[in-house]
């Protein structure tokens, strides 16, 4: 049966977040109070409005002592429309991490930065001075439109691009909180245009259709804004590096033989968070709506936001997004109301060409005679840290040639605009900072891989992602050479919790936060992220990823058919055969112990072993790894170490336990 929408806020009681929005003076109250109070943290109200201006309240788990205060600390994330960061903003912030943050700089799956470590005092500071070098963290969080993506890849000879990115910025300025609050607040009321904004843009907003709310300071937000965050990107046919079926509204670049603008295809309904337990919420893939021309553009995407804005569930925060009232009412139902907004009849979709997932890693001739350059940023974490001095290099090539960033939907960073005189350039300060810039020497799992940062800063966090993941992938690679599938890869995210940040259920295989060191696991997603994964299994034990996962890897093996990817295959096979397989399986695999890192450094052999002690450090002495055994033992080396061995098996393109085998052996062929 199909629900009807939710009735007006008026007649149904609204959350109190809407309370708190209603009376802010349009996000002003209580953050402006607030902030000037001399205290380490705001309110619970004031958080909630403290969102729309970019920032969120955290408190650092990992420095907590009983009986103290919470360790409370702040993250800022950027508005980059596109994931454009100009050499001087790039510069700012890297600086910005150090003078009052934890001296690293994150890339988001948005395509933006996040600052974390920040302290209340520091906070406005922090923010004008992002803003006085072009930058803006107005609307990164809260009941607004969020970073506006696009497809990355600053390919100068194909137009289709410079419109997403074009586009992109448009429709940012479109969609931009029009109160003076932000102003008022981090800067004293000193407005700072970082770029005009187009007059049709302008225009746009004030257009007065069924879109707009008369007499508001919000023309298309009214004092109630959105009911909650809601996600646009534009991209071009065939290009999915921007997980376009996870947004709320897609808009995809329609090019005639010229490569002339003609309109945009428009998806909606997209998102991926949902709670544990909770079975009214779920992820969902967005729909294909209509077909717009380019003189409509603005109006349809307003048409869609201001259905979602009247329409959306205001009651219940879980159920708020766009992609609930598109299943509560049909997709033909919310295209109906789209039209009444719009103001005239939907076109229908045009047809698109097969979606394929790019990370444009590496070197690429942009098309004007100048090259990009795609660096893969694990875990999207910008720092200096052992041999790899990301933070460090990075900063000297943007110092040194004054270059231009793109920031990509999988958290890596495209310096781009680069004369080909400098590559040799930028390939020695990189090198000598111990940054990889060949991707065939980067193991293709983690490549492709993404995680959320979760603990020890997010409060939604139920157990460890960012750092959990570098040992996971290990593991699973040393799994995947156990049974003869070394050359194997898939698409792998992790989230600390369910909301889906580094957008796990897009994905291959997934791991879902669900207890201290408890996952759901995922499965089943496609590995150009055009398909839902499915829930295989409930919780997994971190320690318990082999037994697990070994059985999976080799039914896999042995039933796929040729060129079948991971994904595919469990798609096609369906859980009730993988399950029933694992249930019969026994591993017959008997030789050396699969040594694999995890988070902190620590090197685990999981085997059938005794361990002695041996100056202090822990040798574990293994025989047979059998993939029922519940046994796990640990071998932990120095941190430093770690790292040395991490770095030597990325350059060697080697797995980390191939090259501790043969440190042992040699080891102990001298002892003897």
Known sequence: MVKSAPAPTAKRKPSKVEGLKEHSNFLREPVASELVEDTT??????????????????????????????????????????????????????????????????????????????????????????????????????DVNRNVMACPAPFKNRPEYQYAWEYAKNISDLLKPQTGAYYDIWLDGEKIISAEEKPEVKAARQNNSKSIVENSLEPIYGNLYMPRKFKVCVTVPGDNSIDLYSQDLTLVVMTDDKGELEGFNVFAGGGLGRTHNKEETFARIADPICYVTKDDVYEIVKAVVATQRDYGDRTDRRHAR???????????????????????????????????????????????????????????????????????GLRQVVEQL?????????????????????????????????????????????????????MPTCGLAITESERAIPGILERIRSSLDKVGLQNEHFVVRMTGC????????????????????????????????????????????????????EPIFVFFKRSRKSGESFGDFCDRVGFDAIREFAANYESEVVGEPEITDDSDGLVEAMADSTV?????????????????????????????????????????????????????????????
Not at 334 to 360: H, I, R
Not at 634 to 651: E, G, P, W
């Open 612 to 672: 002695e002690e041996s100056g202090g450090k822990e040798v574990a002495i293994a025989n047979t790894t059998i993939a029922s055994s519940k046994s796990r033992h640990r071998v932990s080396i120095q941190d430093d170490i770690y790292l040395k061995l991490k770095a030597a098996a990325t350059s060697q393109g080697k797995p980390m336990s191939e090259l501790v085998n043969k440190a042992l052996e040699a080891y102990f062929e001298n002892l003897s």
């Open 41 to 142: 943290h705001f309110s619970e109200d004031a958080v909630q409005i403290l969102k729309f201006h970019g920032s969120y309240q955290q408190d650092n788990r990992d420095n907590r002592v009983k009986g103290q205060e919470k360790d409370y600390q702040f993250m800022l994330r950027t508005t980059s429309p596109g994931g454009f960061i100009p050499p001087e903003l790039y510069l700012t912030i890297d600086k910005l991490a150090d003078d009052y943050g934890n001296h690293t700089m994150r890339v988001t799956t948005r395509q933006g930065f996040q600052l974390h470590g920040i302290l209340k005092k520091n906070l406005k500071a922090a923010i004008a001075g992002m803003v006085k070098s072009m930058g803006s963290t107005l609307s990164a969080c809260g």
């Open 322 to 392: 766009l992609k609930y009232l598109i299943h509560d009412w049909g997709v033909e139902k919310f295209k109906s109301m789209v039209a009444e907004y719009f103001g005239k009849s939907l076109t229908p979709f045009k047809e698109l060409p097969e979606w394929k997932y790019q990370d444009f890693l590496g070197w690429h001739e942009q098309g004007d005679g100048k090259l990009f350059l795609g660096v893969s940023i694990e875990n999207g974490r910008i720092k200096d840290e052992g041999s790899l001095q990301l933070k460090t």
């Open 498 to 549: 369910p909301n889906g940040c580094a957008r796990p259920y897009m994905a291959e295989l997934a791991f879902v936060g669900s207890a201290p060191e408890s996952y759901q696991v995922w499965l089943g997603g496609s590995p150009d992220q055009t398909r839902l994964a499915l829930p295989y299994m409930e919780r997994l034990h971190h320690n318990d990823i082999e037994t697990q996962l």
């Open 402 to 454: 004054n270059l231009p960033i793109r920031l990509t939907p999988h958290h890596n960073a495209i310096l781009f605009d680069i004369e080909p005189e400098n590559k040799q350039v930028i390939e020695e300060i990189l090198q000598r900072h111990g940054v990889v810039t060949d991707p065939g020497k980067i193991d293709s799992l983690v490549r492709y891989a993404m995680a959320c940062p979760a």
